[in-house]
């Protein structure tokens, strides 16, 4: 530090006399004990404890009090004292950190530029790095720095800070600031320690202040994530930020066409770059297939990435969740520096310590204005005790200061009663001290004026003291007012489906078999036996053999199960589509029996048996049925004595689904010559029911969310976004829906849909009637400007419009418009009808008296659409799908 720079005022300079609060720090470093000699087994003992101890509590794990590391702590101390509104250059800010902080340059810079990257407490000029592209920041001679204003408002306060001796005894540092803001949930913080680790995740700022005050209030409050660069989170499992709590964090994806997608915000801690690289790895491993990337980064992300011609997007988008890094799972370990030791405590605890710590210190700074403030009242009222009785003329004659200073408080004697306090020395110093020119011009009205106001405030300082908790809720919020414009919430808060690896991957293996020798893959050393399909190389397949046992395994390189193998083929696990039609015969010479059942979930690896499981069983007929087909066979009899039948039919649609353990129906006890096929069969499980997840936005058939109804077929959805368009597709599960979605419903060529939207070119608001063309191309509704938009939409037989009136005709009682007789059924492209050409406050669609069937509206709102029904979910169980019963007579409806 230069000459010039030390004669330069230092605003939170400690006072000189103001003793160090911790003494004797590093006196073991730095004392004569280090002189000592030391056998190697007793320093290890010794001195690695207390290494640890040090990084632990000097280096990687913040204070609880202000959420600071060490380096951080003295960074913002000496940007505070370089402080005078204008920016400084880093490598200034590093060397003059150098004294406070023990260790190299480096740390403190990369310390410097974490910090500046988070955009919180340290206004940034020059460039300092990107944390969506992973670029790093300039070198520090090219690149300033300064402290925000929201650091100056909060983090400093020299009369409240307490202070301690550097590392090397020379300078005065702070033990911790006096940050009156939760900054370590507002931040979020990652160390390691020797033995311990530190990882809590940042907050969102408005939502910590508007936590903070919950809790001044006594109320509930929860605190979730919230990342700079924004994405999509799942907190179930958040578990309050305390260790064995992990949130799930996944990119948003976007359709542009059915082969381009569009990355627009990645997870916290990724990096476009790493983003791109996960994504060829992936390609490159055929867990998906795509053509190129393309990275647009600049202010926003925007990766491109084209598919392959055959593939699907929906299905893609999956993928990527499952084998990149468009999704990663964090697992938080909140633990902080509280009374000198770590603690491992949850974020909602250390919000409740941040509010009450920050309470304590606006209570001291208070306490601290009310002393000044009864300093200033009794100054003041001394000053004009002197002046106005004319005190100072007992000094005259007097040859000594001493003399003065009796004379002095002798004439003060009779006013002393009027004072808050006694008077000291000091007190008559300064009155010896004022200059005769302030004594002659004192104005007593003006005097009585400044006692006044210093009353005013003490009596305010008081009143605040008294209602502390009022006065710290007034504190967030007036901190919420000036700062928290432009920080809102970007990362959004979703549940995630579970997306099975399995379902997504894209075939990239061929499985091979050789039936006689009960070998089966996709290695090489297969290719010359008998092709099976196309498998990805994480499926599992399911194997029979001739005797009726089966097993499930992962797909591998080259596997044996058992010779003589009858069926092999991909499985999928909880499919009750999939139907098994099965004759076998019990023993060598037993009953003839038939079933059919599913095969949903059971154990991998263990072998299973189709038959009864008596010794010599064969399996005469099966068949795979990916609908539930239910085929007629041709079953041949061996000629026997007294058969009078030798040729039957069996059809397997008058046969009951049971569970895959079942015996079967008893068929005949007669030997079977043949099985041949006499006709193919058509599915026996009707349609499909399919449910819409709200809370995740996909589409499901195990019952979760709202019924949209039974599909088969053609049969399509409907999905309306919030944007004023609609678009027609299949009930394919794997399929995304827009994040604007607004309603999903099956679609109905024959329904008519009444909306209401505002056109902004116009300035009114419109009607129409339409009934929606199948498309699977989003179809634009409403008009065209950008600043039109959709106001309600409804599928209501007969809907009523009301119409409530504002501006001038306020106080115009509201209409309704019979919406049928107003307009008629017309395109979607039409412009539709004006409403009113008076000032319109409010539109709702009402259901008219007589009409008592359930309507569907939906309103615009951010907010998700509720259900109109909740379903129970199905518990993943090992074993059969609870919908089929074992040994059942009666045959069961799959839906």
């Not at 600049?298 to 468009?326: N, P, R």
């Not at 058509?682 to 969310?705: C, H, K, P």
């Not at 065209?784 to 501006?807: M, N, Q, R, W």
């Amino acid at each position: 530090m230069t000459d010039e720079t030390q004669n330069i005022p230092d605003p939170i300079e400690a006072p000189d006399e103001t003793p160090a609060r911790k003494p004797g720090k590093f006196a073991k470093l730095t004392g004569n004990l280090s002189l000592s000699r030391h056998k190697l087994t007793g320093m290890y003992m010794d001195w690695f404890l207390d290494y640890a101890s040090y990084v632990i509590l000097e280096r990687a794990v913040p204070h609880l009090e202000d959420g600071l590391k060490p380096v951080q702590r003295r960074i913002l101390h000496v940007m505070r004292k370089m402080d005078d509104g204008r920016y400084n250059k880093v490598a200034n800010i590093v060397g003059s950190t150098m004294s406070y902080h023990p260790h190299g340059d480096a740390s403190i810079g990369d310390a410097l530029v974490q910090l500046g990257q988070k955009d919180l407490l340290i206004d940034t000029q020059g460039n300092w790095g990107n944390i969506l592209t992973g670029d790093g920041a300039a070198a520090p001679r090219y690149i300033e720095a300064r402290l925000t204003k929201f650091a100056l408002d909060v983090v400093f306060n020299p009369k409240t800070t307490e202070w301690m001796l550097t590392y090397d005894g020379r300078n005065q540092e702070p033990v911790t600031l006096p940050v009156k803001f939760p900054l370590l949930l507002a931040q979020g913080v990652e160390g390691i320690a020797v033995g311990l680790a530190s990882k809590i995740l940042p907050h969102n700022f408005n939502e910590l202040i508007d936590a903070a005050i919950a809790h001044l209030r006594g109320e509930a409050f929860e605190l979730f994530p919230d990342f700079p660069t924004g994405g999509m989170i799942d907190v179930s499992r958040y578990n309050d930020g305390l260790r064995g709590g992990a949130v799930k964090v996944r990119a948003k994806i976007n359709k542009i066409d059915k082969k381009t997608l569009v990355i627009t915000e990645i997870p916290f801690g990724k990096t476009t770059s790493s983003v791109i690289e996960s994504i060829l790895k992936a390609n490159d491993k055929n867990k998906i297939r795509i053509k190129k990337v393309d990275d647009n980064t600049a202010a926003q992300v925007e990766i491109m990435v084209y598919l392959a011609g055959d593939v699907s997007a929906d299905k893609t988008i999956d993928a990527l969740y499952a084998f990149t890094d468009c999704e990663v799972s964090i697992s938080p370990n909140a633990c902080v520096i509280n009374e000198d030791k770590p603690h491992f405590i949850g974020v909602s605890e250390i919000l409740r310590c941040s509010a009450e710590y920050t309470k304590a210190l606006l209570r001291q700074e208070l306490q601290i204005r009310l002393d000044e403030l009864a300093e200033e009242w009794h100054m003041a009222s001394l000053e004009r005790i002197f002046i106005e009785n004319k005190i100072y003329q007992e000094i005259e004659g007097k040859t000594s200061r001493e003399a003065a200073y009796v004379a002095v408080d002798k004439g003060l004697e009779p006013f002393k009663a009027r004072l808050r306090r006694e008077v000291t020395r000091e007190d008559v110093i300064k009155l010896t001290e004022l200059r005769f020119i302030r004594i002659s011009r004192y104005d007593t009205a003006k005097a009585d004026e400044q006692i006044q106001a210093i009353e005013a405030e003490i009596e305010q300082v008081q009143g605040h003291l008294n209602n502390l908790v009022k006065y710290t809720i007034a504190y967030y919020e007036r901190i919420k007012k000036k700062h928290g414009a432009g920080r809102e919430r970007k990362t959004e808060i979703r549940s995630f489906d579970t997306i099975e690896a399995a379902k997504v991957a894209v075939n990239n293996a061929k499985l091979y078999v050789n039936r006689a020798e009960g070998f089966f893959g996709i290695g090489n050393s297969m290719k010359k036996e008998e092709y099976v399909g196309d498998c990805s190389d994480i499926d599992d397949v399911i194997v029979f053999n001739k005797e009726g046992k089966y097993i499930i395994t992962r797909v591998s390189e080259k596997a044996f199960f058992s010779k003589n193998i009858s069926w092999i083929g991909v499985f999928k696990k909880n499919d009750t589509r999939t139907i098994y039609n099965v004759v076998y015969r019990d023993g060598k010479n037993g009953s003839i029996y038939m079933k059919r059942c599913a095969i949903t979930s059971i154990t991998r690896d263990r072998e299973y048996d189709m038959t009864k499981g008596t010794p010599r069983s064969e399996i005469l007929y099966m068949s795979v049925n990916p609908n539930g087909e239910a085929e007629v066979l041709k079953v041949y009899f061996k000629p026997r004595p007294r058969l009078k039948k030798l040729i039957v039919s069996l059809d397997f649609s008058e046969l009951a689904i049971k569970g895959r353990a079942s015996q079967g129906n008893l068929f005949s006890r007669y030997g079977i010559h043949k099985i041949v096929l006499k006709e193919k069969g058509t599915s026996t499980l009707g349609g499909q029911n399919i449910w819409f997840d709200e809370d995740v936005m996909r589409l499901n058939a195990d019952g979760r969310g709202r019924l949209l109804g039974e599909f088969s077929g053609q049969d399509k959805l409907i999905v309306i976004t919030g944007g004023g368009s609609y678009y027609t597709t299949g009930f394919d599960l794997g399929q995304h829906f827009p994040p604007n979605t607004m309603s999903v419903k099956k679609y109905n060529p024959e329904k008519v849909y009444t909306v209401t939207y505002f056109d902004a070119a116009q300035g009114f608001f419109y009607v129409k009637r339409f009934a929606a063309e199948d498309s699977d191309k989003p179809q634009l509704f409403i008009d065209e400007h950008p600043d039109s938009y959709l106001v309600a939409i409804t599928g209501a037989k007969h809907p009523l419009l009301e119409i409530t009136f504002g501006g001038d005709q306020v106080n115009r009682p509201p209409e309704t418009i019979d919406t049928p007789a107003f307009i008629g059924v017309k395109s979607h492209r039409a412009k539709g009808k004006r409403v009113s050409a008076y000032t319109v406050e409010k539109l709702e669609f009402i259901d008219p008296p007589q009409e008592e069937e359930a309507q569907d509206e939906e309103v615009l709102d951010d907010e998700p659409l509720e259900t109109d029904e909740e379903a129970g979910t199905t518990e993943d169980i090992e074993g059969d799908d609870p919908i089929f019963e074992d040994d059942s007579d009666v045959q069961m409806e799959l839906f």
